[in-house]
């Protein structure tokens, strides 16, 4: 008597594709990196108060939202200045805003909108703890 062939999937085929998806899933999350940092419990800067007292800001964290106009850079020091145009109620406003070595990786473009948390240093000085890209 003849034998009939098998109709259900074969081993072989199952463990092909639990380990494709596998591959997938873990590549996938390697590939997308980690998630943006969110600055909900981070307050926006108040630009009337920055531009007539930044120094009184200091040791506070901001989140400051606007498009970057120019990237400076500097010879000296590894890290970087954007100018942001932000929009506050009837005017619009320029901020520096200095770009620590550690964030260099993020490609910041000009004409681009960006959310930057900074912490205000001595003199004023908004320095980026944060970015994200808007």
Known sequence: MARRASSGISPVLLI????????AFFGGKALLGKKQ?????????????FLENG????DNE?????????KFTRDWSPNQVVS?????????EFVGVEIPSEFLKVNI??????AI???????GIPVA????RL
């Open 55 to 58: 120094n009184s800001l200091r």
């Open 109 to 114: 473009e000009r004409k681009q909108r960006y």
């Open 129 to 132: 703890t944060g970015i994200n």
């Open 84 to 92: 942001l145009q932000v929009e506050s109620p009837g005017r619009t």
């Open 37 to 49: 940092e969110s600055f909900a419990g981070t307050s926006a800067i108040d630009m009337g108060d």
């Open 62 to 70: 901001y989140v400051i939202e606007g498009t970057v106009e120019e």
């Open 16 to 23: 092909g594709i639990a380990v494709f998806v596998a591959v």
């Open 117 to 123: 948390k900074v912490k205000v240093r001595q003199g």
